[in-house]
């Protein structure tokens, strides 16, 4: 419950944080994938990646949400709860790739290189197991053990990590 309270009360903009969030200065809005099935969780962490890092952002509560999701919308970037309802992570990307192979109407974007997958869990990094493939490529890992301030911090340093790693090739 003191983790609710934190993040009820988060002010991104309280000088007390100690680290400083900002938007990115990018061109074009980025639109991010959420796969979250806490609802409480999913609504705050969407709210503050769309309201204090200036991102278009759509939630899926469960794996396969997001992966009719994913074969109708182009994402830049997929933030993926490792422990999901019916699937986890890897089963969930692995299902998105065989998805993908025999999808004969597969949306030209997801021919584009591989999508960076941020993973957020409650468990620690040596837990998650997944290999890179065609489409998805892990670019990074949050802990959700922490503050939701924190959290969101970590998440915009390894968006800002992807995106400008993007925008340099291109």
């Not at 959700?144 to 911090?153: D, E, M």
């Not at 390894?158 to 992807?162: G, S, Y």
């Given at each position: 419950m003191e983790l609710m309270r934190e993040q009820q009360t988060f002010n991104p903009f309280n000088k007390a944080n100690n680290f400083t969030l900002s938007k990115p200065s990018l061109e074009k809005r980025k639109h991010v994938l959420l796969i979250e099935d806490d609802k409480d969780f999913?609504?705050?962490l969407g709210d503050?990646?769309?309201d204090v890092l200036g991102l278009s952002v759509d939630i899926a509560s469960d794996p396969?949400?997001?992966l009719e999701m994913m074969m109708l919308q182009h994402y830049d970037a997929i933030i993926l709860d490792w422990n999901l309802p019916h699937l986890?992570?890897?089963q969930t990307l692995r299902r998105a790739e065989i998805s993908f192979r025999f999808e004969p109407e597969l949306p030209a974007h997801w021919n584009q290189g591989p999508m960076p997958v941020i993973v957020i869990s409650a468990h620690s990094e040596e837990h998650i197991e997944f290999r890179d493939s065609p489409h998805f490529h892990v670019a990074?890992?949050?802990s959700?053990?922490?503050?939701?301030?924190?959290?969101?911090?970590r998440i915009q340093e390894?968006?800002?990590?992807?995106f400008a790693l993007v925008h340099s090739a291109s």
């Open positions: 999913s609504e705050l503050a990646m769309s396969f949400e997001a986890n992570g890897t990074g890992f949050v959700k053990t922490q503050s939701l301030a924190r959290v969101l911090l390894k968006l800002n990590n992807v």
